[in-house]
Structure formats: structure tokens, C-alpha cells
């Protein structure tokens, strides 16, 4: 949706590894912000966008107007409700319907081999790869890594929002994840524990949701032997961030 940064760019140069043509889409899409979310405030800085793209060599930037996108009369939606209502679907009905709607269309329009997305946005990955699943779109999708800044707060456009008070206060979210993931790693299975250990670390936020989930179903798990996704959103101040790790399934399960 604009805005970019680093953690954009990382998918534009994954793209470019692997793939002769690379087209980067640019368009905040209307449907997926609920009536008293930040739709008008959200970072539109397309000129700079411009010539970030330009600078990584894309090859076409798709910039539609949202009367492109949808014109008047349009009533079509693609919706994926199951693991569509869970986690940042839960608590904005609508999201992933806007989400899956104008990805579907921006896949109809560019013809992808490949989609390369953020493993920051875990459930919009989860989303978009049921979709594919369900509906035979002949394209891979190819999850990036989450890059962060250097005290481990999780690139996002949302963060140019923050104050600098609420940017020191940001970090809690990513830092609450890595006590999870070195819990794991120091042999901790059990999710109530972890659960606990995580939500602890959550101060000075107000939580959306802390949750340990399936990464493909989005449900919760009983034990992350299995592999788990660590996923959880908070408001601080103004600004509602996400953030996530991955736990990885043990060999063997």
C-alpha cells in the first residue's frame, strides 16, 4: 500500500533474484479499513515510492485509481471465512475479505508467476495462501522475512505514525516474541506457559491479541512441536502494529 521501506524492498530484491520481470503494485486499498480505522491516515508517499522502486529496477509499478480498482456498480467479493475471521480478521470484520478481494484482481490484472509477501502480515499470508489453495490461482506465493530495525521493532509504514515516546514503547511487541522463541528454543513446549511469558511482556500497549496458532489455519495449537506462529497486535498510542515469529515444526512431526 505505499509507504515503503526496507522491509518492502527486501521483496522487491527476492523478486529480482529469481524472476526476469518484476512488477511492484502500489494502491491503499479502501475495503479493507473498517469505518474507524486509519484509511485517510495512513503514509501515502508515492513520489518517494517512485524512486525507491526505480532505484531497485522494477519494471512496472501498477499505481491504480480506486475508481479502476472498483468501479461503480462492482459488487463481487472474495472472502476466505474461516481462516479469514481468525486473528486481525477477528477483531476488524472485513479486513481479509478487502485483502483477498484486491489481491485476487491485482493477480487477474498482473498474471504472476510469483507473489512475494512479508512473513510480517502472518494471517494476510495464511489468507492468501488458502486462497490460492482454493481457488487453483497458478502462482506461487514466496513469504519473505519480517526485516526489522536494529532494536528488533518490525519495519512497518505504520511506524512513521509514532511519537517518540511510542516508538521506545514499540519495541515491547517484538521484544515479548523473543522471549517466546528463545523459551522454545531453550526446550519450553508448553503453550499455556508460553502464552503467559508472552502476554507478561506485553506493557505499556493495549493488546489486540497475543495468540500461538497454526501458521496455515490460524487455530490455536496445544503444544508448538508441530510448528506454531507466535502472532500478536497492539495499539500504542494511536497506531496499531503487528508483529510475529515463526516456530518451526520439529523434525520428525
Same mark, same amino acid.
Given at each position: 500500500m505505499g509507504a515503503l521501506h526496507e522491509g518492502h524492498l527486501a521483496l522487491v530484491r527476492a523478486a529480482k533474484a529469481s524472476c526476469d520481470?518484476?512488477?511492484?503494485?502500489?494502491?491503499?486499498?479502501?475495503?479493507?479499513?473498517?469505518?474507524?480505522?486509519?484509511?485517510?491516515?495512513?503514509?501515502?508517499?508515492?513520489?518517494?515510492?517512485?524512486?525507491?522502486?526505480?532505484?531497485?529496477?522494477?519494471?512496472?509499478?501498477?499505481?491504480?485509481?480506486?475508481?479502476?480498482?472498483?468501479?461503480v456498480g462492482a459488487e463481487t467479493w472474495v472472502d476466505v471465512p474461516g481462516v479469514g475471521g481468525r486473528l486481525d480478521g477477528a477483531s476488524r470484520p472485513g479486513h481479509f475479505r478487502g485483502v483477498a478481494t484486491v489481491v485476487t484482481k491485482l493477480f487477474h490484472i498482473v498474471g504472476p508467476d510469483r507473489a512475494f509477501f512479508g512473513q510480517k502480515d502472518g494471517a494476510q499470508v495464511a489468507v492468501i495462501q488458502a486462497m490460492v489453495r482454493d481457488l487453483n490461482f497458478d502462482v506461487e506465493i514466496v513469504v519473505c522475512p519480517t526485516v526489522r530495525e536494529r532494536d528488533g521493532l518490525a519495519m512497518s509504514s505504520r511506524n512513521r505514525n509514532l511519537s517518540a515516546d511510542e516508538r521506545e514503547r514499540a519495541v515491547v511487541l517484538?521484544?515479548? *516474541?523473543?522471549? =517466546? !522463541?528463545?523459551?522454545?528454543?531453550?526446550? $519450553?513446549?508448553? #503453550?499455556?506457559?508460553?502464552?503467559?511469558?508472552?502476554?507478561?511482556?506485553?506493557?505499556?500497549?493495549?493488546?489486540?491479541?497475543?495468540?500461538?496458532?497454526?501458521p496455515r489455519s *490460524?487455530?490455536? =495449537? !496445544?503444544?508448538?512441536?508441530?510448528?506454531? $506462529?507466535?502472532? #500478536?497486535?497492539a495499539w500504542v498510542g494511536g497506531t496499531r502494529l503487528i508483529d510475529n515469529v515463526v516456530i518451526e515444526a520439529e523434525v520428525g512431526r
Open positions: 520481470f518484476v512488477v511492484a503494485t502500489i494502491f491503499v486499498n479502501p475495503t479493507q479499513f473498517g469505518p474507524n480505522e486509519d484509511f485517510e491516515a495512513y503514509p501515502r508517499t508515492f513520489e518517494a515510492d517512485c524512486q525507491m522502486l526505480t532505484r531497485e529496477g522494477v519494471d512496472v509499478l501498477f499505481a491504480p485509481a480506486r475508481e479502476e480498482m472498483y468501479p517484538s521484544g515479548a *516474541l523473543g522471549r =517466546v !522463541e528463545r523459551a522454545v528454543e531453550a526446550g $519450553l513446549r508448553d #503453550v499455556e506457559v508460553l502464552l503467559g511469558m508472552l502476554r507478561d511482556e506485553l506493557r505499556g500497549v493495549r493488546v489486540d491479541y497475543s495468540e500461538i496458532v497454526d *490460524l487455530e490455536a =495449537v !496445544e503444544d508448538v512441536r508441530g510448528g506454531a $506462529l507466535v502472532a #500478536v497486535a
